[in-house]
């Protein structure tokens, strides 16, 4: 499988000391919280909790897990678009990334596959995947009561080529279909990935604000996605308060809406305007973009010709054909040109065994033994040469004619009267193998018997039609 992208930054925050001081009746303790929440930047010191996105009652959350990264030291997410285009895009907060002006193209260290070994974070430090690459700012909105602390980036890197990408899906529809009761985040605070279940949300109007009931929000977890029960997105960290980190909640955390100020992302994730991307993600395509495949015959053979604009580690392509008994056999294969950004051509030819329709794909394989199949081209095989009866017969004033050729050769149809005249030339010149229709018009014809001819090689046929005006 392909390797995912996560990208990192750290936010060092200021520590709050609060006291838990009442439990409400289902026992969960209530915070007296002083003063304007909205104004306080950071989450606060980093705790020494360790539970974290490893466990296992996490593992069915483990395709979202691949959507987060690290980014300067917090948190990113690669997010979809209702084009599905594959663009490699992700959020973060925008105090994270830092000050910026749109447009800009800048240096980056991705940090992929950045995630604890267990649950006790007995590993250490995780041995991540570096990456280097540049990143282009679309969006930049930045911290503040009236803005949405928030960056929206595209990856534009060439060396992040053929990298599966795990894109998050989204819904911006505010209390639509809005089921918080289980929302969760995954965040990336202090050495590893961690996560927190969030046992309450309450709307505070561009804002949700939660607190966890199972591990805790570090310094490093600005710009975390919080999900909802059908794991969509709802909106990104931007600030909070620690408090302790004994079994009951630790800390109260905000998550600006993603629908918040949502036209400085509409252009870029909405472009069809339907508010929502109702899937979990998608991940791109493989390292191999094949923009064209086509299956001509040309004498006893079939030719296969396919294009590659780039290629990542790309061990090759196994042609198969389709057989209406076995289904796919493995016809042969060709190998591929491993890694490369340029435009690549491949040629192969299947000896023609029976006639009538035939259909091929590839199988492209990378190095690491994943593989896709292309779509299929289809031909048509002819056993022989033929001139079918025109249709409709008798004709008022248009009529088809059909005619099959096993192999590429010079072709003169032609009409003529009943005395052999020559009234009409219908195709003349290098016709290739296959069937082949033509129309013909007797408009400028009085009714009566015509004739006409199929000279295809050393091959001629004639047929009878009657024009009946």
């Not at 930045?142 to 998050?168: C, H, M, W, Y």
């Not at 259909?359 to 033994?369: A, C, E, H, V």
């Not at 289809?378 to 008798?394: F, H, K, R």
């Amino acid at each position: 499988m392909k390797k995912i992208l996560f990208l990192i930054t750290t936010v060092i925050f200021a520590s709050l000391s609060v006291s838990l001081t009442q439990q409400d009746d289902k026992g969960e303790y209530i915070f007296p919280v002083e003063g304007n929440e909205q104004n306080r930047g950071g989450f606060g010191a980093s705790l020494s909790c360790n539970k974290n996105a490893a466990c296992s009652e996490f593992l069915s959350y483990s395709q979202e897990i691949k959507g987060v990264f690290k980014f300067n030291g917090a948190t990113a997410w690669f997010v979809n678009n209702t084009a599905q285009d594959g663009r490699k895009l992700f959020i973060t907060a925008a105090h994270v990334y830092g000050a910026g002006v749109v447009g800009e193209i800048i240096n980056a260290t991705l940090y992929l596959n950045y995630e604890s070994v267990d649950c006790d974070n007995s590993g250490g430090e995780p041995i991540p995947e570096v990456v280097n690459t540049q990143i282009k700012l679309l969006v930049y909105s930045p911290a503040g009561i009236s803005t949405s602390d928030r960056v929206l980036v595209e990856v534009v890197g060439d060396n992040l080529q053929g990298l599966s990408i795990k894109f998050l899906g989204w819904d911006r529809r505010g209390s639509v279909d809005m089921d918080m009761s289980n929302a969760y985040a995954f965040h990336h605070p202090q050495q590893d990935v961690k996560k927190g279940t969030i046992s309450s949300v309450i709307d505070w109007g561009d804002s949700l604000q939660t607190w966890p009931t199972i591990g805790a929000f570090e310094g490093g977890s600005s710009g975390a996605p919080l999900f909802d029960q059908n794991k969509r997105v709802r909106g990104h960290a931007t600030y909070g308060v620690v408090f302790s980190c004994s079994s009951v909640p630790q800390s109260q955390i905000y998550f600006k809406k993603l629908e918040y100020l949502w036209a400085e992302l509409s252009a870029h994730l909405d472009p069809i305007n339907s508010g929502a991307l109702f899937i979990d993600g998608l991940e791109s395509a493989l390292p191999v973009e094949l923009t064209s495949f086509r299956a001509v015959l040309h004498g006893p053979v079939v030719e296969l010709n396919w294009e590659t604009a780039t290629e990542v580690d790309n061990y090759g392509f196994e042609i198969q054909r389709l057989s209406h008994s076995a289904g796919w056999d493995s016809v042969g294969f060709v190998s591929g040109h491993g890694s490369s950004n340029s435009p690549k051509s491949y040629f192969f030819t299947d000896p023609v065994l029976r006639s009538g329709k035939i259909q091929y794909r590839l199988k492209q394989i990378d190095t690491d033994g994943t593989f896709e199949y292309s779509k299929s081209v289809e031909v048509d095989i002819v056993g022989d040469y033929g001139l079918s009866q025109n249709y409709p017969n008798p004709f008022n004033p248009n009529t088809v004619i059909e005619y099959s050729l096993p192999v590429e050769t010079t072709v003169d149809l032609a009409v003529y009267n009943i005395i052999g005249q020559k009234v009409k030339t219908l195709q003349q010149g290098i016709i290739p193998a296959g069937f082949h229709k033509v129309e013909f018009g007797g408009n400028d014809l009085s009714s009566g018997v015509y004739i006409y001819r199929l000279k295809a090689g050393e091959y001629i046929q004639t047929r009878k039609m009657i024009l009946n005006k």
